[in-house]
Nanobody, 125 residues
Framework: QVQLVESGGGLVQPGGSLRLSCATS????????IGWFRQAPGKKREGVSC????????YYAESVKGRFTMSRDNAKNTVYLQMNDLKPEDTAVYYC??????????????????WGPGTQVTVSS
């Protein structure tokens, strides 16, 4: 069955970097859309980045463009989110999500079917 597990979260100072990993299993990565989302306390879950592997295209929220980069390692069935120049407002629980849509282009949580448990990212001095 489809399973996703995030890792790589932690505490980092403003301006620092973190690399999140999403280990996947139970499906062929190329046939699913994968997204990164985040949710801060008291706020709604928001989309960060999405990749449609059939298209090989990535999409980013305006708030992270130029700072975050999404990528994949097919051999490891793993998706990554490289986060640079982190800011306090990036503090949130980060989730990896998947949907069996080859060409899904969306940063809406409701469009994704399967979710990992999340990993905490805290940006603070």
């Amino acid at each position: 069955q489809v399973q996703l597990v995030e890792s790589g979260g932690g505490l980092v100072q403003p301006g620092g970097s973190l690399r999140l990993s999403c280990a996947t299993s139970g499906f062929t990565l190329d046939y699913y859309a994968i997204g990164w989302f985040r949710q801060a306390p008291g706020k709604k879950r928001e989309g960060v980045s999405c990749i449609s592997f059939s298209e090989g295209r990535t999409y980013y929220a305006e708030s992270v463009k130029g700072r975050f980069t999404m990528s994949r390692d097919n051999a490891k069935n793993t998706v990554y989110l490289q986060m640079n120049d982190l800011k306090p407002e990036d503090t949130a629980v980060y989730y990896c999500a998947a949907d069996p849509s080859h060409y899904l282009i969306s940063l809406l949580p409701r469009d994704f079917t399967f979710w990992g448990p999340g990993t905490q990212v805290t940006v603070s001095s």
